[in-house]
């Protein structure tokens, strides 16, 4: 089954600069790559994701960028503000589209320090 | 529209009691799921319902039993709960079968 793997664990940036998370997986054919977004104490968010057909997506300060070749795909944050502070969570999936071999990775603790 | 609600927020247990979490959703999702979250563990999957009447076994679905009452309702049950069942418990609904939305989760503390 599909396995997915997450760098770093933790991550410090000081406000105003860029955060990057990558992931990697092992399963070439996942095919949907979406990112979540969990404050402290509250349920995880759906804050993007990206298909495998897209090399790059953005949206406002946050984008996502996949390498099929390699199997992983990244997760950038520019300006970083206080707000962004949280747990992110990527994840893949196959292209079965069933719940059951959709697969989290252990998560990035990010900290954006005024 | 309330989406995803979770009863009770937060419980505790002493070992060999038993209780069930309740998950209902307003979206008319067919997919629903239960995972745990424990630190450093990142969110997995206990069971995962596809659509009315159907269910299937995830990651860690040891000690734990499930229900699709219906479309919108998906229950969670410990039979006889164990101190490693110590966790916190998101209930997840989507139209396919990549989870979308979640619930407030469930705060659960078995002694």
């Known amino acids: 089954g599909e396995n997915v793997e997450q760098h770093p664990s933790t991550l410090s940036v000081q406000e105003g600069d860029s955060a990057v998370i990558k992931c990697t997986y092992s399963?070439?054919?996942?095919?949907?790559f979406p990112w979540y977004k969990q404050e402290l104490g509250k349920r995880p968010q759906l804050i993007i994701d990206?298909?495998?057909?897209?090399g790059e997506k953005k949206d406002q300060r946050i984008a996502v960028t996949l390498n099929k070749t390699a199997k992983h795909f990244s997760l950038h944050i520019t300006e970083t503000q206080p707000e962004d502070s949280a747990v992110y969570f990527c994840a893949a999936s196959p292209p079965d589209n069933y719940g059951q071999n959709f697969v989290f990775g252990p998560g990035t603790r990010l900290s954006v320090l005024p | 529209n309330a989406g995803v609600t979770q009863t009770p927020k937060f419980q505790v247990l002493k070992t060999g009691q038993s209780m069930t979490l309740q998950c209902a959703q307003d979206m008319n999702h067919n997919s629903m799921y239960w995972y745990r979250q424990d630190p450093g563990m990142g969110l997995r999957l206990i069971y995962y319902s596809a659509s009315e009447g159907t269910t299937d076994k995830g990651e860690v679905p040891n000690g734990y039993n499930v229900s699709r009452l219906n479309k919108r309702e998906f229950s969670l049950r410990l039979e006889s709960a164990a101190p490693s069942q110590t966790s916190v418990y998101f209930c997840?609904?989507?139209?396919?079968?990549?989870?979308?939305?979640f619930g407030d989760g469930t705060r659960l503390s078995i002694l």
């Open positions: 997840a609904s989507s139209e396919g079968g990549r989870p979308q939305h």
């Open positions: 990206i298909r495998s057909n897209v």
């Open positions: 399963d070439s054919a996942s095919n949907y």
